[in-house]
């Protein structure tokens, strides 16, 4: 009894577990918790590796960089010149002055190629010539004996006194119109002109990812897209970037990492100057803003794009929309910090909370931007909050495609005759790019008389690849701006098209 008592007083004195337990901030812990930004860092080593080979490992490095490059959009509504000086003073660069001597020593070059390209050519037909006429003398000569009379001199003389008179006949040439009905063609080698365009299904991942209680086989939600590959887009080049006369935008070079500081208040008691990511300003750009258009940014939050389109001081109207009231006050927010009093804008700028794919204002707006929900690929390698790779969120984005798709074609179906749609994204999805490009003009080539063209900008973008670097993967419509250590803006996909009948 005695003995049993003692070691019931151990037991209360010494608890010994039976497990042993970390605490939810333990190492352990910690290294096998899977976040949305890991989930995210995965499928895109998975999909973009498959995409982009080993350039995947150069553009992943970029994107987990914390800070990325920034353009800054002067407010024209502020002190403009103050401005301009004052940025060019920190050594930026105006971006319309570096493209417009950047296309100079383009254009220069080209020309200088162009020439030499063709005096290359020169010299080869000549020498081809020479050859074939010599070739064409030896060959002759080695048929004669070497006591035959000087070849050279018959060739030349007008009169050849050695021609054979037991020689054969001479054919007598007939037209080929004349025996053209009695020819068979052979077809078997004939190639059909017409290219199969198809949507990059190929680069659909083919690995599961597990939502709640169930796997979903993300490949099997893209098969819509396979329906579409007997689809055919008429391209057209472009090769002049617009630059706006009263848009300012400056940046750095390539490699220079310089930060703009934070803008201070001007005269008119709005900040100097809009600071966001470099690639955003070529969709503003591709829209060709001029003077008196109708423009719709159908996803405007959180405003960046609607306010440089205001900023070129060219649209009669700017209608920037959202589709929740919390995104539509970010737009507000940004156009109260950076639209004076002074400037009476109200029948210049309505800001709409509207969902995009139902806006039924045909025929109204002559440039449309339709900068869509994506994945966001550089923000949710940085942030768990709101990730859309959340377990939650699955269905969401499994869905993206699709809500894009949808806000194109409305685009597509709104804008006026010989107006222009840009649609835009900051994902390296082909699926979410040019993917959906392609399943909205099919779609609104059977359900639409209208006639559209997609503009081809490689040559127009040529002066700017001294500081962006755009992704050769294939696009057939769009234009795809890769991030870089030297120069870490983007991703930003951009694709313009244009309404010609």
């Known amino acids: 009894m005695a003995l049993l008592l003692n070691k019931l ?278 829209l060709d803003i001029q003077l008196g258009d109708t423009v719709l940014d159908m996803c405007a939050a959180p405003g960046g794009k609607a306010l440089t389109i205001l900023q070129t001081l060219m649209p009669r109207v700017l209608v920037a929309n959202d589709i929740m009231q919390s995104r539509v006050k970010r737009i507000k927010n940004v156009i109260k910090e950076y639209v004076s009093n002074v400037y009476n804008t109200k029948d210049m700028l309505l800001v709409t909370e509207l969902d995009a794919r139902t806006i039924d204002e045909k025929d109204i707006y002559n440039k449309i931007l339709a900068d869509v929900p994506c994945t966001t690929d550089r923000h949710i390698l940085h942030s768990d909050d709101n990730n859309i790779f959340k377990p939650t969120r699955l269905k969401e984005r499994l869905k993206i495609p699709e809500t894009q798709a949808d806000i194109l074609t409305n685009a597509l179906k709104l804008v006026a005759k010989g107006g222009t749609v840009v649609y835009s994204t900051c994902s390296l999805s082909p699926i979410q790019n040019d993917g959906v490009v392609h399943v909205a003009l099919k779609r609104v080539w059977e359900e639409c008389d209208s006639i559209f063209i997609v503009k081809d900008m490689t040559e127009a973008l040529q002066p700017l690849r001294c500081i962006y670097e755009f992704g050769n993967i294939g696009l057939k419509y769009g234009h795809l701006v890769i991030p870089t250590v030297q120069n870490n803006w983007g991703p930003m996909y951009f694709c313009k098209i244009v309404r010609v009948q």
């Open 9 to 286: 007083r151990l037991k209360q004195l010494v608890k010994i577990p039976v497990r042993c337990k970390h605490g939810k901030d333990h190492w352990a812990i910690v290294k096998k918790r899977r976040t949305p930004k890991d989930k995210a860092l995965e499928h895109f080593n998975d999909f973009y590796g498959s995409v982009f080979g080993d350039r995947w490992i150069a553009i992943r490095c970029a994107l987990l960089k914390e800070e990325s490059k920034y353009v800054a959009v002067v407010n024209n509504f502020s002190d403009t010149e103050r401005i301009r000086s004052e940025l060019e003073s920190l050594g930026a660069i105006n971006l319309r002055r570096l493209y417009e001597v950047q296309k100079e020593n383009v254009e220069f070059f080209q020309a200088k190629r162009e020439a030499k390209r063709e005096k290359l050519e020169r010299n080869k037909q000549n020498s081809v010539v020479c050859k074939s006429s010599n070739d064409h003398l030896a060959e002759i000569q080695s048929l004669y004996p070497a006591n035959y009379p000087n070849l050279l001199d018959a060739l030349k003389s007008e009169e050849n006194e050695f021609v054979r008179k037991d020689g054969p006949a001479p054919i007598k040439l007939q037209s080929i119109d004349a025996d053209l009905n009695e020819i068979s063609l052979d077809t078997n080698r004939i190639i059909d002109p017409s290219v199969n365009v198809s949507m990059l299904h190929e680069y659909v991942p083919a690995t599961k990812i597990k939502g709640l209680d169930d796997f979903v086989l993300e490949s099997d939600h893209y098969k819509f897209y396979t329906k579409t590959n007997d689809f055919q887009v008429e391209v057209e080049k472009e090769s002049v970037l617009p630059f706006p006369e009263h848009l300012h935008v400056y940046t750095f070079e390539r490699s220079n990492n310089t930060r703009f500081p934070n803008p201070k208040k001007g005269s008119t008691g709005v900040s100097d100057y809009y600071l966001f990511d470099g690639g955003s300003i070529l969709p503003v750009l591709a």
